[in-house]
């Protein structure tokens, strides 16, 4: 799977080994998906990544941009999956900043003066 030689691996198996997403069928789906980018353009499942190459992957609702230290083709304990990446990712967000919005039924029409205020105590307003 690793070329030793010119120390290249598959994308989908390096976001996997080093604990970006939990199955190598979810990191290929996510490349398949646009979800991925290597050094700004979409990776298919089967690039090769190297050392020093970025690594953007929008997963479980945010963003992780990560710049690829070693090439790893095999699952590794998460100490070791660390230093296999600099991580370079925005902040979580805050829990009041990730809260879901309040979805209405279509059609429902604009909320009425009592369901603004509910709404604007809900998000600390």
Same mark, same amino acid.
């Given at each position: 799977?690793?070329?030793?030689?010119?120390?290249?691996?598959?994308?989908?198996? =390096?976001? =996997?080994?080093?604990?970006?997403?939990?199955?190598?069928?979810?990191?290929?789906?996510?490349?398949?998906?646009?979800?991925?980018?290597?050094?700004?353009?979409?990776?298919?499942?089967?690039?090769?990544?190297?050392?020093?190459?970025?690594?953007?992957?929008?997963?479980?609702?945010?963003?992780?941009?990560?710049?690829?230290?070693?090439?790893?083709?095999?699952?590794?304990?998460?100490?070791?999956?660390?230093?296999?990446?600099?991580?370079?990712?925005?902040?979580?967000?805050?829990?009041?900043?990730?809260?879901?919005?309040?979805?209405?039924? &279509?059609?429902?029409?604009?909320?009425?003066?009592?369901? &603004?205020?509910?709404?604007?105590?809900?998000?600390?307003?």
């Amino acid at each position: 799977m690793a070329d030793e030689v010119s120390g290249t691996v598959r994308v989908d198996a =390096w976001i =996997w080994s080093v604990r970006l997403t939990k199955t190598r069928s979810t990191a290929a789906t996510a490349c398949r998906a646009g979800h991925v980018k290597v050094n700004g353009d979409r990776a298919k499942p089967a690039q090769a990544v190297r050392a020093g190459d970025e690594v953007r992957l929008f997963h479980a609702g945010r963003e992780r941009i990560v710049v690829v230290q070693k090439p790893v083709a095999k699952r590794v304990g998460a100490p070791v999956a660390a230093e296999c990446y600099i991580d370079k990712s925005p902040p979580p967000p805050t829990p009041v900043e990730a809260a879901v919005v309040g979805i209405r039924d &279509r059609g429902a029409g604009r909320p009425t003066k009592r369901e &603004r205020r509910e709404i604007e105590i809900l998000r600390g307003r």
